[in-house]
Structure formats: structure tokens, C-alpha cells
């Protein structure tokens, strides 16, 4: 349990990552990448994007060791869900039964996640979560859970090597966080991005821009002032996300409750 809530930012950023690859302009399964266990592979892994998630995959190795019959990609979503829920977020309405990819060569091309700091925020944001399928609402409701965990400059070259509140941990020292408590799940990333006047909290480009466009401001703020509202969005984003480009097994997946 210990693992799951030091490594809980991470496990979000596992799910996140084996389905936001996908490209809704791709018909074909599993090219159109998506929620489909392929970043399991070390050719993905080893994606720019993707630095530091080795231990989480090492994480969910370890339960798929024990219970073969689920599917990495169910894992990833699976993972994903709980480290929110546990960290006090909403609670996500998943389905299960996704099917994963067999080979490496199924693996989608690198580039197709979010980047820190592009010359156009917005631009960039909006390219690459309306190629998922997205829309504003979601890519700033889905922006919040930077509330969990620490950008690390060895691995993204972002964030200050640690702050006040990194160096003593918990868990490995260090890195720079987007809250005060980056292990808690709550709105507090939109207050502290909207009034920045903490230097030791990260605010990365395609933070500021979230209060800075006239579309994403609207949400934002909705959020800084109302955690139920953004919750309720969020649940309803991370859900969403974590199904895309994914193929069940019933067609229609499994729910658990």
C-alpha cells in the first residue's frame, strides 16, 4: 500500500501515458495507439516522455506476475483510478476488459504525448488532446491532476533539483512540485497556479496557460473556486481517457461495481 501511494503519481502518469498516444484520425486497432498495454515495451518506454516510469511498470510487473489473466492495459487504467481514488480524488467510473497489443512493432510513433513547454501552449494543447478526441474542458480538468507529484529535471529538464517541499521526501528526495502536498488529490494545483506566489512550486508553460486563454480561463477558474465541480469533470475526463483507442474483451468491458 505504501508503494501505491509514494508511487501513485506516477502509476497516474503510467495510464495516462499508455492511452494518450492515441489518434482519433486512425481507424485501424492497434495503430491508432490508445489504452492498449503497449507501453510495456521498452521502445516506448524508453520514449522521452516516458522517463522515470520504469518503477511503476516494475510495480504493475509484479501484481501481472500474480494475476496473468488481466491484461497490462487494464493494469495501467486499473492503477491509474486507485492512485486518484486513494489520494483522496473522485472516485472513476472504469470499465475493464481491454485488450492488449502482442509485439513491440505495435507500438505507437514517439512524439504524440503533450509537451512541457512549447512555443505556443495552447496550440500545443489543444493539437494534441483534440487528436485524442478531447476538448478544452477536458484538457483543463485533466491538467489538475499535476495536483499529484514532482517534475524532476534529470528526467524532463524541468522543476528545481528539489524545494522545501521535496528534499526531505517522502519517498526519494527531491524534484519540484506542482502543491504544497503533491501526494494529496484536490484543487489546490488551480489556486496555486493561479495566484503563483509560492517560488519553491512549479509552474510550467502549459500551466499558466490554463488562466492566460480565454476558453481554458473559464474552466480554470470555475475549478480554483469549486473542488466538487472539478472533480465531477475530472472523473468524467479520466474515464474518458483512459478508454481511448482501447478494444474490450466483452465489446462493451466490464464494470467492477
Known amino acids: 500500500f505504501l508503494a501505491l501511494h509514494l508511487l501513485g503519481p506516477t502509476l497516474v502518469r503510467l495510464g495516462w501515458h499508455d492511452a494518450g498516444t492515441y489518434d482519433k484520425n486512425i481507424s485501424e486497432w492497434p495503430q491508432c495507439g490508445g489504452a492498449n498495454g503497449s507501453l510495456r515495451f521498452e521502445i516506448e ?26 491484461t497490462y492495459a487494464d493494469l495501467f ?19 475493464y476488459g481491454r485488450v492488449d497489443v502482442s509485439a513491440p512493432d505495435q507500438c505507437p510513433p514517439e512524439g504524440r504525448l503533450p509537451a512541457a513547454g512549447p512555443p505556443s501552449p495552447a496550440e500545443h494543447l489543444r493539437e494534441v488532446f483534440y487528436r485524442m478526441g478531447l476538448n478544452d474542458k477536458e484538457i483543463v480538468a485533466l491538467s489538475g491532476a499535476h495536483t499529484l507529484g514532482r517534475s524532476r529535471p534529470e528526467r524532463s529538464g524541468w522543476g528545481k533539483p528539489e524545494t522545501k517541499y521535496t528534499k526531505n521526501g517522502p519517498g526519494a528526495p527531491g524534484g519540484q512540485s506542482w502543491t504544497s502536498q503533491w501526494l494529496k488529490f484536490d484543487n489546490s ?3 496555486d497556479v493561479k495566484e503563483r506566489r509560492d ?41 474518458k481517457l483512459s478508454n481511448l483507442g482501447s478494444k474490450f474483451d466483452p465489446p462493451k468491458g466490464v464494470s467492477l461495481d
Open 189 to 191: 494545483y488551480f489556486k
Open 77 to 95: 487504467q486499473l492503477a491509474s483510478a486507485t492512485a486518484v481514488e486513494e489520494a483522496g480524488g473522485p472516485k472513476i467510473p472504469m470499465i
Open 199 to 239: 517560488e519553491d512550486l512549479l509552474v510550467l508553460p502549459t500551466d499558466a496557460v490554463l488562466f492566460e486563454d480565454s476558453s481554458f480561463k473559464i474552466y480554470a477558474e470555475k475549478y480554483a473556486e469549486d473542488q466538487d465541480t472539478f472533480f465531477e469533470d475530472y472523473a468524467e475526463a479520466h474515464a
Open 45 to 70: 518506454l524508453k520514449h522521452a516522455a516516458n522517463a522515470g516510469l520504469v518503477n511503476a511498470l516494475k510495480l504493475i510487473q509484479a501484481i501481472k506476475d500474480k494475476y496473468a489473466g488481466v
